[in-house]
């Protein structure tokens, strides 16, 4: 091969290599921002839509003081459950469906508590998925105990990512109980599913998840702990929510945070032909009386 030969082939492979690393990071990029961007959903309904009466309520989140925005909702129980919502949601979470939740909850005597988690609905701030879950949460929690609520009261109901910052807030934070729908054992895989659920094919998805991690991090300096890193820390009593049909935290993932968890005060339930964090809307009398079951044999009013 002659020497111009050579550095034409040489030219067109570095150009080749040059333009696959160019599509391999803006994917990536794409990709970091897809699954880290939080929308800011308005809210469409009220607490009146499904006939609760409710208090507007504002506080801030806990250490920087950010302000959050949600809806109290009084029953006839000296127990209060906070409802943490999926991460591209608000307190309206549709996939949820958390206002019907929240009149069934009602109607078993439980107080209420649905926010907006920083950046989303009508709270301050700018969101991001995994991120300051902790401090909203605190802030929360901090917000209820000033209404004259005991810790140990005080429950959690999270979903998806917002079952995932309830894990970590609990880790840290003697509540009263924690229920888990949908909650992700590891968020790169979460992060994985996520994408799938927007119609990518999962070997690409997978193909591009070491770039779109290194991406996450350089954008959104997000290093996520993982709920299997902390569950065996969190000291309340969990109910486990695991839908059949859920595509982004498998029922293996589940499993493993309950056998990690170790509390015999723990409960596992897998919902048949139900989507991700979905199990609501599918069995909601089943939902609600599981929920309220557990409840009721683990916080003492």
Known sequence: MNTARYLRLTKITAIGVAALLILYTGISVYG??????????????????????????????????????????????????????????????????????????????????????????????????????????????????????????????????????????????????????????????????QLVLTGIPEFIVRFFRPGISLMRGIIYNDDPVNPVDVIADVPCPILFIHEENDVVVTSEEMHHLFRVSSNPANEFWEVSDADHSQSYKTSPAAYVEKVDLFLLNRVKD
């Open 32 to 193: 970091a921002i897809a699954t880290m961007g939080a929308p800011r959903l308005p809210l469409t309904e009220t607490p009146s839509s499904v006939g609760l009466a409710y208090e507007d309520v504002s506080f801030t989140s806990r250490d920087d003081n950010v302000v959050l925005r949600g809806w109290y909702i009084p029953s006839q129980r000296d127990t209060v459950i906070i409802i943490v919502h999926g991460g591209y949601q608000n307190r309206i979470d549709d996939n949820v469906d958390t206002l019907s939740l929240a009149r069934d909850l009602v109607k078993k005597g439980y107080d209420l508590l649905l926010f907006d988690l920083r950046g989303r609905g009508e709270s301050e701030g700018e969101g991001s998925i995994l991120s300051n879950g902790e401090r909203d949460i605190g802030g929360a929690v901090d917000y209820l105990e000033s209404r004259g609520y005991f810790l140990k009261n005080i429950c959690i109901i999270g979903f998806c990512s917002g079952a995932a910052m309830a894990c970590l807030f609990a880790s840290q934070n003697n509540i009263g109980a924690l229920v888990l729908d949908g909650c992700f054992a590891n968020a790169h895989d979460a992060f994985v599913g």
